[in-house]
């Protein structure tokens, strides 16, 4: 699918959920989640059909997220019927990393192509006051776990906040001790993001300079579907990358729409256009009429984001990360 500024879209990213087991401070409210009913989040038939039209359309890659995917029934299931819809070449997951270890043997057996953890800090009270849940074990237990199914790409996320005590250089470490990519993710002002400034790739070269080897841009193969890039370092088994949405802008690059856990079409994460699939789908129309809707979602597909204009930016999303799918 091409969009009107000739962007090639082939990447959907579908929310499965809008729960969650953490309450990352970036992310969600402390007390107070409005969640929404759930005979208003999309069944799992509902999901195949959008995600097969959306493939007759072009969609070559899927990424399931939410709220927290795997507190969602069924997840290993759905992977299965979305990875053998004609077109679909991958099927990846984003997960904070708690139920993985029990399901990733299920996960992997239903033919997953990819995973990136969230990890944000190896410090277990840093990781408290982020997530405000104590569950850093679950996730380290699920990272050894994923490691033993060397078929699964493996990606580990961390949106530095500027906490001391976060110890990226503790995080990084994970990709000098396996062969696994460490990406940085800078904080987007999107929901309770705006509350924090984060820190800039290059605060976060400097910081990783400071106790490894010196960053050396990676100009090999392409890795991966996205804007993530890599840099490698001496001695490190995997690599070190940066998805660095608001210092280095990569809208141009876009690739992507998102599916929300009530089925709305969202085009770009800062603002609400898009179309409401759900409503179509529930209201018995045809794939035609369905393909019609996607296609004119996608040629009012926003330029890119305004994160950095501090004029108002009208139409733009209220809602925060788990409630739009990140
Ligand atoms: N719960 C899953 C997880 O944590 O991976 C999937 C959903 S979560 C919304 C997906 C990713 O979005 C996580 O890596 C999270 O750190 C990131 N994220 C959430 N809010 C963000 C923000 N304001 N800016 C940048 N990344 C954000
Ligand atoms: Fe949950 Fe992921 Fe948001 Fe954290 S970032 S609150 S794990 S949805």
Same mark, same amino acid.
């Given at each position: 699918m091409i969009d009107r500024c000739g962007r090639n879209i082939d990447y959907l990213r579908v929310s499965v959920t809008d729960r969650c087991n953490l309450r990352c401070i970036y992310c969600m409210p402390e007390d107070g989640v409005e969640l929404v009913d759930r005979s208003f989040i +999309?069944? #799992?038939p509902e999901i195949v059909r959008i995600c097969r039209v959306m493939a007759e359309l072009g969609i070559r890659k899927i990424k399931l997220t939410g709220g927290e995917p795997l507190v969602r029934a069924g997840i290993p299931s759905m992977v299965e019927k979305l990875k053998s819809l004609p077109g679909i070449e991958t099927v990846t997951l984003t997960t904070n990393g708690i139920l993985l270890k029990e399901q990733m043997a299920a996960? =992997? @057996? =239903?033919?997953l192509d990819g995973l990136n953890i969230s990890l944000d800090t190896v410090n277990p009270q840093c990781y408290e006051k982020i =997530? $405000? $849940?104590n569950q850093?074990?679950?996730? +380290?237990e699920a990272i050894e776990e994923a490691l033993k199914y060397p078929q699964v790409s493996l990606k580990i996320? /961390?949106?530095? +906040?500027g906490i001391e #005590?976060?110890?990226? /250089? @503790?995080v990084a470490q994970l990709a000098e001790k396996h062969p696994i990519h460490v990406r940085f993710i #800078? !904080? !987007?002002p999107i929901g309770y993001g705006r509350e924090f400034t984060g820190m800039p790739e290059e605060e976060v070269v400097r910081v990783l300079e400071q106790r490894f080897p010196p960053l050396i841009p990676y100009q090999g193969e392409r890795l991966g579907n996205g804007p993530c890039h890599y840099y490698t370092v001496e001695g490190f088994q995997g690599k070190i990358g940066f998805i660095s949405a608001v210092s280095h802008k990569f809208c141009g690059d876009c690739n992507r729409i998102r599916l929300t856990s009530q089925g709305f079409l969202k085009t770009c994460l800062q603002y609400t256009a898009g179309r409401d699939l759900r409503a179509i789908i529930r209201d018995g129309k045809t794939d035609e009429y369905l393909k019609e809707a996607i296609l004119e979602a996608l040629s009012e597909k926003p330029e890119g984001h305004a994160f950095l204009e501090k004029a108002r930016v009208d139409k733009t999303e209220k809602l925060c990360m788990s409630q739009i799918g990140g």
């Open positions: +999309l069944q #799992e996960l =992997a @057996g =239903a033919g =997530a $405000r $849940r850093l074990k679950n996730t +380290l996320n /961390c949106v530095p +906040l #005590e976060q110890d990226l /250089c @503790g #800078e !904080m !987007m």
